[in-house]
């Protein structure tokens, strides 16, 4: 897939707020600082599509970006470490949990880890999370580029044994780099390919 167009739609704080269901929507997710923004930008081919921040925890809503016209990427806010009150972090796991749960049109969840970490528990309760629930979700390995490749094959073989602790099969894995490139083509003739589900 080769995406043209690209274009902010709108920012949410509610399920209610979001557009129309009436398209494939897929959301990426993951701790703080992941490299997120970076990512989104490197998928869609716009350096500035989403703001890159140093600083985590700067995205706070549900931020939906029409792809093609034909689809929506949607930026959530990051879990785990925010410069803000428990309070706020506790509103914005609530609103991320409604929106996952009940966007009937979410093919979806690409859940972002940093491949540099061994496995982090905030990250595995989250792919529990969303098994427990039915969730579709693929697990991104973001900033390759900062590792050699036997410091990446390691963590990932630790990913997938930790994951296999508890589940009888592994989700679908992607490698990723907004610096190289790579994982870009990868990831979409994967959401090229489940697009079609929409519609039939």
């Known amino acids: 897939m080769k995406i043209n167009q690209a274009e902010f739609i709108t920012s949410s704080t509610k399920?209610?707020?979001?557009?129309?269901?009436?398209?494939?929507?897929?959301?990426?997710?993951?701790?703080?600082?992941?490299?997120?923004?970076?990512l989104i930008n490197m998928l869609t081919g716009r350096r500035?599509?989403?703001k890159v921040s140093g600083s985590p925890g700067k995205t706070i809503t549900i931020n939906h970006f029409l792809i093609?016209?034909?689809?929506?990427?949607?930026?959530?806010?990051?879990?785990?470490?925010?410069?803000?009150?428990?309070?706020?972090?506790?509103?914005?796991e609530k609103m991320i949990r409604s929106y996952?749960?009940?966007?009937?049109?979410?093919?979806?969840?690409?859940?972002?880890?940093?491949?540099?970490?061994?496995?982090?528990k905030l990250d595995i309760d989250f792919m529990d999370w969303l098994g427990?629930?039915?969730?579709?979700?693929?697990?991104?390995?973001?900033?390759?580029d900062k590792l050699k490749k036997m410091q990446l094959e390691?963590?990932?073989?630790?990913y997938k044994r930790r994951l296999l602790q508890n589940w009888e099969e592994l989700p679908g894995l992607f490698v990723a780099s907004s610096k190289?490139?790579?994982?870009?083509?990868?990831?979409?003739?994967?959401?090229?390919?489940?697009?079609?589900?929409?519609s039939s």
């Open 15 to 38: 399920i209610e707020q979001c557009p129309q269901p009436d398209k494939p929507e897929y959301a990426f997710i993951g701790r703080s600082n992941v490299g997120k923004s970076s």
């Open 48 to 50: 500035k599509l989403v």
């Open 68 to 92: 093609n016209e034909n689809w929506y990427l949607v930026d959530l806010p990051g879990y785990g470490f925010a410069k803000r009150s428990k309070s706020e972090r506790a509103k914005w």
């Open 100 to 120: 996952i749960l009940k966007r009937t049109n979410l093919l979806n969840v690409f859940l972002l880890v940093d491949a540099r970490h061994e496995p982090q």
């Open 132 to 144: 427990a629930s039915q969730i579709p979700f693929v697990i991104v390995f973001t900033k390759e």
């Open 154 to 158: 390691n963590n990932l073989l630790a």
């Open 180 to 198: 190289s490139g790579l994982g870009k083509e990868e990831i979409l003739n994967f959401i090229d390919e489940t697009n079609h589900l929409f």
